[in-house]
């Protein structure tokens, strides 16, 4: 019930909240109770009830309930939401006649009670001997059941007649279908409950309280376990939506083999994995969710948490170790290595060690969607269900099958002193045989290391400088040439809020800087690679013109963004999105830095080929047709379009590198030449504020945007004094302690978001470039401080407390990071 997407809980008063008591006048809801109901309303997604027969004013007035909690009387008859129900003149007068009737009946009843509700009117008897009491209440039932338009209902030693043809069960129906509950729990103790109870299907719950017979699936003994039940629901329920099991996103190491990616936490967990490919659907996703979206774990057997993670030196491969024990992660693939045997996709675990570990096996697919079933074999466990092979060889290993965490479950206890054990999950395959799993680790590690010694670092720090370009080289697709954005999707760029995006896609801006970052660097494939990537895909659009700002790790679009209701989220981040939605707008800015990438490949291998040239031409006509349009910008905002300052500087920037790049190759250039200074003077007479003295946001938009500053360190030839000011004002407006936000206007989304690595690393370059290295220093060494324990940066850090925010890892960031350490070893 916790993890159903919208939950309505309702609860019966009397006997339920509420000790039964001779005297109704004196019944009071247990404190424990009414604390749980009371924090269940304030949780997302999350409504309480309380539904008694009792008349909603006497229910209000002696419950004393909080007004979150939502009260409901007279058995469905009235309601304090604003679809109440009146009573007609002939209802009335029925009413009357019954009060008349009842108080003739108890007339010589010492004991009885007659109480008069705005729909019906009950006689209590609980103050009476029993067997005196029963044979009234079925005397005052018979009686009154004979006037027509009178409904009774028996109780615990109450009848109650009612002139409105309502209960409890159409008043739980109007609730679901007003709040949209996707799941209903009712506690009720009544007689007059089992109408609810009835009604009950599908993943709702009914709770009985006290004896007799019910048609509830559970039973409990009495309001004091009700309290118990509540506070139960309600830890389950806000560990689910609030994510009290989050791990710090920046903490979580990266495993690549060059065609998916996979997420490793602090505790030995593989929390996240895509298969077949990073934009696939997750097989693990405990990362958006809990244990019950499926993960992978490998935990010491003593219980302690790990010593480190670290990653082997030059490497992907992650090392997680335990007093006595460490197990050795990597997905089976690497820089020019060629394929594993086995086809398909395999993460590898190693344990290794004299210390005996915990394995815990929870395959999800399709973001928990499809059920599995699990079949231990000789050699391993094969996964039934999926609509693609999925096995775990294990040779020697001793399984145990259980139902846990939302499906089946397979645990097992290893000691690897004996030697090395190999956990080697296949995805494409449920073929068992054994391979050179043992021979692979060593040729992985190589291959990465043998990529690593041919960089040209900056050499302010080259282990972090290292781990960034891996980081990079990492969300590079090996088979197509695209590079991705990040390696998940929908972690928060706020805690909590609505801010959750899709990064698993190349966003040609975005790929380009990465591929321009590793050029930089010296390695000049995964430019190429990304350029023929590119060009395939302008081959198949409509137009050059028309290019999307992003599509899938194959080059096509994308299908519709949409969100999976049954994950929680990153600590209650929801939705949970796959898809973007960004791959419909207008972008004009990605022409630039394609264009600039292309030069700093030709400047370091000193040639342009014909396919490159091509691009640049598509580029710079796309430009000179459509530069003067309004856009969505960088930052993607999901409003009307504008005319971005950062857009039309990198269309000056596509125009000014293209005019290089045709230099190099003899073309005339007189046009393109026109074209940027007719650019250059539309940015210079509107996208600058004299009283702000800065460049701003838009045409239309006078406020600090920080991605202006990338279009500074780029080149684009502002005035040195216009620099300065356009600095001096997003620092006064977006930089908070070590951290630059990319803007803090009002775009239509609720609720706030990080800082961002990538507005940081501009800002410090443009510290560079006007000749404030220490606080360019400062920057770099906020970055530094905000990566995760493998030295790894989501897209966003909270600048007060740290934490980091968005997608993880982000190139971006990472790119970011190399920037500043390559402006800051550049000479003056």
């Known amino acids: 019930m916790a993890r159903t997407p919208t939950l309505l809980v309702c609860c019966d008063y009397d006997g339920t909240l509420s000790p039964l008591v001779d005297d109704p006048g004196n019944a009071v809801p247990l404190d424990d109770a009414v604390k749980a109901l009371r924090a269940l309303a304030h949780l997302p997604n999350t409504t309480a009830a309380v539904v008694s027969g009792r008349a909603l004013r006497d229910l209000a007035a002696l419950s004393r309930l909080p007004g979150e909690i939502h009260l409901v009387g007279s058995h469905g008859s009235e309601f304090d939401l604003d679809f109440a129900r009146g009573l007609d003149t002939q209802q009335q007068q029925l009413l009357i006649d019954l009060e008349q009737v009842c108080r003739e009946l108890v007339v010589d009843a010492p004991g009885a009670l007659v109480e008069v509700k705005p729909a019906s009117v009950a006689v209590h008897v609980r103050q009476m001997p029993e067997p005196q009491g029963d044979a009234l209440l079925e005397h005052t039932a018979e009686v009154c059941g004979r006037m027509p338009g009178v409904l009774v209902r028996h109780g615990k030693r109450v009848v ?30 009544d007689l007059t409950d089992e109408s609810v109870f009835a009604q009950m299907s599908g993943p709702d719950l009914g709770i009985k309280v006290g004896e007799g017979e019910t048609l509830a699936t559970l039973r409990v003994d009495d309001p004091v376990a009700v309290a118990q039940v509540l506070a139960e629901l309600l830890h389950e329920r806000e560990r689910w939506l609030l994510g009290g099991h989050a791990h710090p996103i920046e903490d979580y190491t990266l495993l690549s083999d060059g065609r998916t990616v996979a997420l490793l936490s602090a505790a030995g967990s593989i929390d996240w994995m895509c298969a077949p490919e990073a934009d696939s659907p997750a097989l693990f996703a405990a990362l958006l969710g809990d244990v019950t979206s499926g993960f992978f774990s490998v935990t010491a057997g003593h219980g302690e948490p790990p010593l480190s993670t670290t990653y082997l030196p030059g490497t992907m491969l992650a090392r997680t170790r335990w007093a006595g024990v460490s197990v050795t992660d990597f997905l089976d693939g690497a820089p020019d290595l060629p394929g594993h045997s086995a086809g398909g996709v395999r993460l590898i675990r190693v344990i290794s060690g004299r210390q005996s570990v915990n394995v815990v096996f929870a395959p999800r697919p399709q973001f928990s969607a499809v059920p599995v079933s699990l079949h231990a074999q000789e050699g391993g466990l094969v996964v039934r269900g999926a609509s693609d092979g999925i096995c ?84 590079c697709v090996t088979g197509t040439g695209g590079i991705l954005a990040a390696a998940t999707t929908s972690l928060p760029e706020g805690i909590g809020g609505i801010r959750n995006w899709d990064y698993r896609y190349v966003w040609v801006r975005d790929a380009a800087l990465t591929a321009r970052a590793l050029v930089a660097l010296g390695s000049t494939h995964e430019a190429e690679s990304f350029l023929r990537w590119l060009h395939t895909v302008v081959e198949s659009a409509a137009s050059p013109e028309r290019l999307h700002p992003l599509y899938t790790v194959h080059g096509t679009e994308l299908g519709p963004e949409a969100v999976l209701d ?26 630039g830095p394609v264009v600039a990438l292309i030069d700093e490949l030709a400047q370091h291998r000193g040639f342009v080929t014909d396919e490159e040239w091509q691009l640049v031409v598509d580029c710079v006509t796309a430009v000179a047709h459509r530069w003067q349009e309004p856009d969505h910008g960088i930052w993607e905002i999901r409003d009307y379009p504008r005319e971005h300052v950062h857009s039309r500087m990198m269309c000056w920037l596509a125009v000014s590198r293209g005019v290089r790049l045709a ?39 006078h406020e600090a945007d920080a991605a202006v500053l990338h279009g500074i360190i780029e080149g684009y030839p502002a005035p040195i004094e216009r620099i300065a000011g356009t600095i001096a004002y997003i620092e006064s407006q977006l930089r908070k302690a070590g951290g630059v936000y990319r803007y803090r206007y009002d775009d239509g989304l609720p609720g706030g978001e990080g800082a961002m690595h990538i507005c940081g690393a501009w800002l410090a370059a443009a510290y560079v470039r006007v000749g404030q290295r220490d606080h360019a220093g400062q920057m770099l060494a906020a970055m530094k401080q905000a990566s995760g324990i493998t030295h790894l940066l989501p897209e966003q850090v909270d600048p007060m407390s740290g934490q980091g925010l968005g997608n993880h890892p982000q190139a971006y960031s990472h790119l970011g990071a190399l920037l500043v350490a390559q402006a800051l070893t550049h000479d003056d």
């Open 392 to 475: 775990l060889r294990a040779p020697g290993v001793d399984w145990t099958i259980i139902d846990e965490f939302g499906g089946q479950v397979a645990t097992a206890v290893i000691d690897p002193s004996a030697g090395d054990v190999y956990l080697e999950l296949r995805y494409g395959s449920d073929d068992l045989t054994p391979n050179d799993v043992e021979q692979r680790s060593a040729l992985v590690e190589q291959a990465w290391q043998e990529w690593t010694q041919g960089l040209s670092l900056p050499g302010l720090d080259p282990e972090w400088e290292m781990r960034s370009a891996l980081a990079l080289k990492a969300l």
């Open 566 to 591: 049954h994950l929680p989220g990153y600590a209650g981040s929801r939705p949970v999105r796959v898809g973007n939605a960004a791959q419909g707008q207008v972008q004009l800015d990605v022409f």
């Open 663 to 701: 230099g190099m190759r003899g073309e005339g250039t007189v046009e393109w030449q026109r074209l940027a200074a007719e650019i250059f003077d539309d940015i210079e007479s509107r996208g600058f504020d004299d009283d702000l003295d800065s460049y701003v946001c838009a045409y239309d938009r």
């Open 160 to 189: 109650e007649m009612s002139v409105v043809h309502s209960d409890k069960s159409d008043a739980v129906h109007v609730l679901r279908h007003r709040l949209g509950a996707t799941a209903v729990l009712f506690i009720g103790d």
